[in-house]
């Protein structure tokens, strides 16, 4: 199946990602491309087959004891923050 | 005097009988590093003053009797793995000035074990590759023929240890990304068990599908790093809590009455006939020592790709959405506002593949496709995993190659995505259905190297690395290195 340059558009701001309008038509040949590879999953019978959950059988994802086991290092994660002041990260004004 | 073709054991042993010291093995090793980089390009950072700091008390551990199981040996981590005070780059401009608050478990555990790190190896952006050359640091290239790639994502990793240029390196593997480069490259690598290696300081890809190992010049070094890196970390709510056995002691165990199963879907059209007689020699020497061989099919194997570019992508579109211009990495200049901030921020950061993967993901989990492709794709995992399950029922370990062929001309494949996801037609089976998998040097086709592959059932690293060691033991192919790294 072919997808349009809507629907790279579409997928891309559901995303969240900008593209340059010359990477549009790239992005609608491969990912055609993809999609029509991927759809060979359809030749497998899968009507009474449960869809994995875990690699490993029988096991699920862990749970721990709601307890506070990390100090507070804000500053030090801060550090990698393209903007902070006094302690909060800055964004464009979101609320006029 | 060079210590580059010592392999870990030999280097250990060295250290402890005072022939030199950790200190000369480092700077030896990163003079050697520095030369290979306008040529190799395998490493994202060199950790210079670091690596030598450690190296001095390391040697003042080994003259004090407190040494560990690895102090003073020199190793490399993949540019995946968060690295305390060192910068994290994952290959991507995302994290080009990303300098990790913390240590990942494995870093952690290979420090306290009393490893030295060299540097933070290339590798594919975000891991998404098979060539090496989605890196925003640039290409590595493969030590063989420095024309061709080394294979990806690890591809750092696998070229610095096929150079000598540290006697082993971790990797990552979501779809092959330890044993392909491994292959292309005539080194050693293993993919662990699902779970049995912790992922916590791992840039998270495809959570069920990543997997942390290593690539070293032989099996027996592998062992010893994996019993260091291997168990369980509560801080990794998928790593299983389950003792780690010790690799090293049953290396050596016969290999009378195991049944090799050979897995009649790698044996496709698509393996070239050279990488194919390379393989079936391998099969000959096992039989040599006293395994047998059995047929085995698996038929819903050939589903493994499509498979897997629906589930990795998905759960990639996911975990990168955490890349938001905020809290960290990469941010546009002058947003006009908050949704102009991310777009920009993540479409300037990111390269072409990753951008292709979010996206992909991103459409086959959107409204009215999610049952189409990431639920099917679900179930027919569970049919491969249960293929394997059925497979291990009456073999002990399934055989094949890692590869089709062997290492290809850089910038051969970047044209069309397809069939460079092809690369790794036969090792994405292992991710999907958790299994661990290992690939040895097995030979060459030319002047390149061929990778065996062997793949066990859930937790049966030590006996693959019996396996695999027992093929070292009769053979000399892991021992060759390549012109110029010597």
């Not at chain 2, 394997?388 to 044209?415: C, E, N, Q, Y």
């Amino acid at each position: 199946m072919a997808l349009t340059r809507e629907q790279i558009e579409h997928i891309a701001h559901l995303a969240r990602l900008e593209l340059r309008p010359q990477e549009i038509p790239v992005y609608q040949k491969s990912l055609s491309a993809i999609l029509e590879f991927v759809g060979e999953l359809d030749r497998a019978d899968t009507a009474s087959v449960t869809p994995m959950a875990h690699p490993l059988p029988g096991l699920s994802q862990r749970l721990r004891e709601d307890a506070v086991t990390e100090t507070d290092r804000h500053e030090l994660f801060q550090a990698n923050a393209p903007q902070v002041a006094a302690g909060l990260y800055l964004v464009p004004r979101v609320i006029e | 005097m060079s210590h580059s073709t010592q392999t870990l054991m030999q280097l250990a042993n060295g250290l402890r009988a005072r022939e030199f010291s950790s200190v000369e093995l480092t700077r030896d090793a990163l003079r050697r590093i520095d030369a290979s980089q306008p040529v190799l390009n395998a490493f994202i950072t060199v950790m210079h003053e670091q690596a030598l700091a450690a190296a001095a008390q390391a040697d003042r551990a080994l003259a004090a009797g407190s040494a560990g199981p690895l102090s003073g040996l020199p190793i490399v981590h993949k540019d995946l793995f968060c690295t305390q005070g060192v910068r994290t780059t994952c290959g991507s401009r995302m994290l080009e000035d990303f300098v990790s608050p913390y240590d990942a478990t494995v870093v952690a555990k290979l420090k306290s074990a009393g490893a030295i790190t060299l540097g933070k190896s290339n590798m594919d952006e975000f891991a998404m590759g098979s060539s090496n050359e989605n890196s925003f640091y640039g290409p590595v290239r493969n030590p063989w023929n420095t024309a061709l790639v080394p294979g990806g994502s690890s591809g750092g990793s696998a070229a610095l240890v096929a150079a000598r240029l540290a006697p082993a390196a971790t990797g990552t593997d979501t779809g092959g990304s330890i044993r392909q480069p491994a292959a292309l490259c005539g080194v050693t690598g293993i993919k662990p068990t699902y779970g049995r290696v912790s992922r916590y300081g791992m840039v998270a890809f495809a959570s069920s599908l990543d997997q942390a190992g290593v690539i070293a010049t032989s099996v027996e070094d592998a062992a010893l790093i994996l019993r260091e890196m291997a168990g369980f970390d509560p801080k990794d709510s998928t790593s299983v809590d389950r003792p780690v056995p010790d690799y090293c002691a049953t290396l050596d165990a016969p290999l009378a009455g195991l049944t090799i199963g050979l897995l009649q879907e790698f044996f496709d059209k698509g393996l070239e006939r050279e990488n194919e007689a390379r393989i079936r020699e391998a099969l000959a020497v096992y039989e040599g020592l006293g395994a047998r061989l059995q047929e085995v099919s698996l038929p819903n194997l050939p589903l493994s790709v499509p498979a897997y570019y629906v589930v990795a992508p998905a759960e990639c579109s996911s975990n990168l959405a955490r890349f938001d211009g905020v809290r960290y990495g990469h941010r546009c200049r002058e947003p006009r506002d908050l949704l102009d901030l991310y777009k920009r921020s993540r479409g300037e950061g990111f390269g072409a593949e990753v951008k292709r993967r979010i996206m992909t993901g991103t459409y086959v989990l959107s409204a009215g496709y999610y049952d189409a492709y990431y639920l099917k794709a679900q179930k027919v995992r569970q049919l491969i995993a249960a293929d394997f399950k059925r497979a291990f029922g009456s073999v002990d370990v399934l055989m094949g190659p890692t590869t089709p062929t062997p290492a290809f001309a850089i910038g051969a494949k970047t044209a069309d995505p397809i069939t460079m996801y092809l690369n790794d037609i036969y090792t994405i089976g292992a991710n999907l259905a958790g299994l661990p998998a290992v690939s040895i040097p097995c030979g060459f086709v030319g002047a390149l190297p061929v990778g065996l592959q062997i793949v066990g059932p859930h937790f049966s690293e030590a006996r693959l690395l019996n396996v695999a060691h027992a093929f070292q033991r009769e053979t000399a192919w892991h021992t060759r290195t390549p012109e110029g790294f010597r």
